[in-house]
């Protein structure tokens, strides 16, 4: 018996809706959702089962997306993306890697919906102009205009240089090992001057809820005893889990020029569901 294209298709189906909404918890939804509709159609008169799934769930995604942005304007403290424990070996597709980077996704976030699908089954899925305009109702023309104008968007706020998987890891090793003894001289020297941590605690009375900038300021409020550190690999990139006084923190980082220029830590107990199996992620 053939299997169902939507379970063949699934993990793809996954990572779409994911990098359109940041979530793992809102990307089940939307494939829930997408798969009672799916359930409906009379499968002989779909020609193509995966271009029509992907469309499928990029509407059904989008739905949720504009919901989802009235309701993180009430978010308190800064909203980040929920990260994903994966496997290494999705670090082997690069492309993909950085796009499902937590440090992408967070870019993400300042698009507007539309643009940001259009983006991401672009650049992140190659999918054509046409097959983009059926999935978010626009004409192609209007289609590459959106892409432009994400792409622009996306570049001016993307990191400055794209490091190596081994730079990335060494330099990720040592800002753990920093964290782990907790002395300050060790995270400076790890960290660069104009560092910025954003932490998401979702109302923790212990999580920072605005930036903190430059490395002296960081690493004060880095330098904390009796943390265990742990290496795991989120969203297909070498990071960190920090556990302080039962509080646990997922931990992403963006290495230029052999430091950590940017950390994104996720406290949120409620966006740390996905820390216990790996995920997949695929294109």
Known sequence: ?????????????????????GSAADAEDVLQESWLRWARVDRAQVSAP???????????????????????EDYVGEWLPEPL????????DLDLVENVSIAMLT????????????????EVFDMPYGQIAEAVEKSPATVRQ???????????????????????????????????TGQVKELMEVLA?????????????SAARAPIHGAALVAESLALPDRTVSA???????????????????VSLVVE?????????????????????????TR
Not at 1 to 21: C, G, I, K, N, Q
Not at 52 to 69: D, G, H, M
Not at 257 to 281: D, M
């Open 232 to 250: 795991v690999w989120l969203n297909g990139a070498p990071a960190g889990r920090v556990e302080t006084d039962g509080q646990v923190a997922a």
């Open 193 to 205: 001057p104009d560092v910025v941590l954003i932490v998401d605690g979702g109302g923790l009375p």
């Open 107 to 122: 870019v993400l976030e300042t698009l507007a919906p539309t643009e940001r699908a259009v983006f991401v089954l672009r």
């Open 146 to 180: 959106i892409a432009r104008r994400a792409r622009d968007r996306v570049a001016a706020r993307q990191p400055r240089v794209r490091v190596s998987r081994s730079e990335q890891q060494i330099v990720v090793e040592r800002f753990l090992a920093a964290v782990r």
């Open 85 to 92: 424990l994966t496997s290494p070996d999705v670090a082997d």
């Open 1 to 21: 018996m053939t299997e169902d294209p939507f379970l063949t298709h699934r993990s793809l189906l996954f990572t779409v809706a994911y990098e359109l909404l």
């Open 257 to 281: 020029n052999g430091r950590v220029s940017r950390i994104h830590a996720v406290a949120n107990p409620h966006k740390l569901t996905r820390l216990r199996e790996p995920t997949s992620l």
């Open 50 to 72: 995966r271009a029509y799934l992907v469309r499928l769930v990029t509407r059904q995604a989008l739905n949720r997306l504009r919901t989802l942005s009235r309701i993180r």
